[in-house]
């Protein structure tokens, strides 16, 4: 047992690794402790700890960049502050203070003969925050895979560690239904061979990668590697031979799956980086040939994007997705935003989007793709793409969209 009461004070702000890479004992421990040792500013991306909501102390707040797995149920307190930022813009935080950054917990594999503990699966945002954090604490865990491209950390950089032989969390999607392979479909269509992706993740991003298994010499880069970008690289689809940088490897900040990829990433053409590397407007900028498939909860008829808000909720996690869209839009490829035409009996298309919250500016949308087709809006004027917005929207509210976009002009 790490005692966190000997080494932190009231007001210290502490970060830890988020997903598949979540020191979970550790963070137990420090939420029993809490309470002893006074208010603390608590700072985590996704999370399946279900024991965040029930046992954060009253005293304490949680920040993050958005209201992701259990951190859903913290979204609906006061003690949930989602920060609105790209995902681009943690590094920075994180460098000014602006973020928890006085502790930091993190999952790590057992040192190496030279006392070295690797990040493993998760580099991400931790491996920026750590050059900015003095007191770090560790899970050595028997199960982080040591990976040779990931960054090293000395054992004795360690205020206190634990050591642990469990495995690591895996990701459990629904799988995809008919309509997420049929926008896939669509998808599929606007991705040549040798293109380099960033694909958002979900079941609709799994429909996605598997529509492509007939392309050849595919890229990947992106925020996060999964089951369906491996099971891509064994069929010979994603090799990133015609990538122009980090030829013939993916890049990703950290693993989203199962035990078979946390097993077998070692051996795979994988790499990876900071979010300081894999999101920056420097990196992606040197891909011309990137397409970037991220997801939305509506669109309105000139192209504005709303991923933040759900069910009248704002989680934020505004993520990586204007960071890729506007690279693939500006000096890459193609952006592409995707969703389905209707949410829970109401248009997915709508004139004006909920809330006023725009999560990606219509400039850098190039096409919105629903089960009923793609809407091709680069060099578009407005009339006209809300024209093209309007037939791919669901057909039983066309008629309604267009009666709103003419009564407004």
Known sequence: MVDFGGLLKPGMGVWW?????????LVDELLAQAPAVGPLR?????????QLAQSISPADTMVSYGGLG????????????????????????????RLPSDAGLLAVSPPDRDGMCSLGIGVDYMADAIEHTSLLFAE?????????????IPLRRFAATIETDRSLQEETTRPPADIDRAIAGHIAELVDDGDTLQVGIGSMGAAVLDALSGHRDLGFHAGMITDDVMHLIDKGVVTGRRKQVDVGLCVA??????????????????VFRPTSYTHAPQVLSQLSSLVAVNFAIEVDLTGQVGAEVSRGTYL??????????????????????????????????KFALDEGVVTTARADVDCVVT???????????????????????????????????????
């Open 316 to 349: 934020g996690a505004v993520g990586g997705q204007v960071d890729f869209a506007r690279a693939a839009a500006l000096t890459g490829k193609r952006s592409i935003i995707a969703l389905r035409s209707t949410m829970r009996g109401a248009s997915s298309i």
């Open 371 to 409: 089960e009923h087709g793609i809407a091709h809006l680069r060099g578009q004027p407005l009339a006209e793409r809300r024209r093209r917005l309007i037939a791919v929207a669901a057909p039983e509210f066309r008629d309604e969209l267009a009666g709103a976009a003419r009564a407004a002009s």
């Open 17 to 25: 690794s988020q997903a598949a890479a979540e020191p979970r004992p």
């Open 42 to 50: 608590l700072f985590t991306g996704l999370s399946w700890n279900d």
């Open 140 to 152: 050595v865990n028997r199960q982080m895979p040591a990976l040779p491209g990931s960054p090293r």
């Open 253 to 270: 900040g950290t693993a989203l799956g199962s035990a078979d990829l946390y097993s077998r990433v070692a051996d795979l053409p994988v």
């Open 70 to 97: 259990a951190l859903r149920a913290l979204g609906k307190t006061d003690q949930l502050e989602v920060v609105p930022c790209h995902y681009s813009a943690l590094p920075r935080m994180f460098a000014e203070h």
